[in-house]
């Protein structure tokens, strides 16, 4: 299979699975979409969600990044209405557009994989990979909360066989000054961006004869998809943690009926281990939203709030309910969980030096490293410099994207 991710050099510190990597019980049942914390909050506080702001003095609250916030949520909802995190069959994610009527028979799987992969990086994708649909992941059922309709996949125009699962970086300037409405500019610039990835891909697949959907949270979850497909693992803080930008990326996938029959496989390279030990997210998170216990579950712990969690499933337990009210309360999509994590920041040479040294003697290690990404200044809270660096000429200096 062509690499999944950008291993580069370092494709010794990734480990293959045939299987997916994480316990899945017996009696898993499937998640339907109307259960995510989303939808309790729609619900709650209706939506669109749209917080008044009557305070623009704040670092990181004044006009300028108010109006950031706007602008990459206006063209977010000018592409998808405004469903982002709830919608389905609406704007780039439709589900009807035409499909070529003759059908391009690639000379063999890989070249197929490899025009696939090769015009989602054209499209702006970071990582991609290749993965067999799977009921597991799938919504059994979706919940549109604006238009207030449900469906199912018997509603779907077509039987998916494959889903690509594609990764985006975003800003990590932007990233650093969470919470703040200036980190909420580059979440909604990642969602926007993500329909604009994913669109391109769909078209791609249906100018050669084959159908195929856009969906950014829509249709199943992103999370389990995109560690089949060997793009990243899990981590404490419930997101997808990727070896080169950590968890600061936006997930989205495409579902088609083209069926590969060789697909990538899911790749591991310690972030489970190192999850055990680090705990910096749980540390960080305002609304103590993240657990604190050192293994992962199959079920959530005692006192654990299951209501919104796809239980059944191998992870650490998150509140989702916790962390979207600490969103409401602060009027901002918060983020603070992404920027504390070691995993985030760009290549500096020390954390692959102490990546490697993990490698060879995890455990304890583990903790040096957590200690040595504090000590060389990587703090986890708000940070009035981190605003004023992102708006200073030289920012976007550690951007990945150049
Ligand atoms: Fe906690 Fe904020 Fe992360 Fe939610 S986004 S889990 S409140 S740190
Ligand atoms: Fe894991 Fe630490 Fe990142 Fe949390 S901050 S996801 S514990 S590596």
């Known amino acids: 299979n062509t690499p999944a991710a950008s291993e580069g050099s370092n494709a010794h510190l990734f480990t293959e699975h045939d299987e997916f990597p994480l316990k899945v019980a017996d009696d898993y049942q499937r998640y339907h979409q109307e259960r995510t914390a989303f939808h309790y909050f729609a619900k709650k506080y209706g939506n669109p969600y749209n917080p008044t702001y009557t305070d623009f003095s704040k670092p990181g609250f004044t006009t300028v990044d108010h109006a950031i916030n706007m602008a990459a949520w206006d063209l977010c909802d000018q592409l998808n209405g405004y469903s982002s995190n709830t919608g389905f069959d609406i704007g780039l994610y439709r589900w009807d557009n035409p499909v070529w009527p003759q059908k391009h028979q690639f000379e063999n799987k890989q070249d197929a994989a490899n025009a696939i992969k090769r015009t989602a990086r054209m499209f702006g994708a970071n990582l991609v990979g290749i993965t067999r649909q799977d009921d597991r992941w799938d919504y059994a059922s979706f919940l549109d909360a604006v238009k207030g309709e449900v469906r199912t996949w018997d509603d779907f125009p077509f039987k998916p066989k494959t889903v690509i699962a594609l990764a ?21 610039e990642g969602y926007a961006r ?10 791609f697949l249906r100018a050669m004869g084959y159908h195929a959907v856009a969906s950014g949270n829509d249709l199943g979850m992103s999370v389990p998809y995109a560690i089949a497909a060997g793009i990243g693992e899990t981590s404490r ?82 509140d989702s309910k916790k962390c979207l009210q600490y969103w409401n309360d602060s ?30 003697m995890p455990g304890p290690l583990h903790t040096f490293m957590r200690e040595m990404d504090i000590w060389f200044g990587f703090g986890d809270t708000f940070d009035e410099k981190a605003v004023a660096k992102f708006w200073s000429p030289e920012g976007r200096k550690y951007d990945g994207r150049g």
């Open 331 to 360: 009027g901002t999509n918060c983020g603070t969980c992404v920027t504390a994590c070691p995993y985030n920041k760009p290549d500096f040479w020390q954390h692959r030096m102490i990546e490697k040294m993990n490698s060879l």
């Open 194 to 203: 993500m329909s604009y990835v994913a669109y391109g891909v769909a078209a």
């Open 237 to 318: 803080m419930g997101l997808l943690v990727t070896y080169n930008m950590g968890p600061r990326i936006r997930l989205m996938k495409v579902y088609t009926d083209f069926d590969f029959v060789e697909y990538d496989k899911p790749k591991t390279f310690g972030v489970r281990d190192f999850c055990e030990r680090c705990k910096r997210c749980a540390d960080a998170c305002p609304s103590k939203a993240i657990s604190f216990e050192d293994k992962m579950s199959l079920y959530p712990h005692e006192g654990h709030d299951a209501g919104t969690n796809n239980v059944g499933i191998e992870k650490w337990w998150t």
């Open 168 to 188: 985006i970086e975003s800003d990590y300037e932007g990233q650093s000054t969470a919470p703040s409405l200036t980190n909420d500019g580059i979440i909604g």
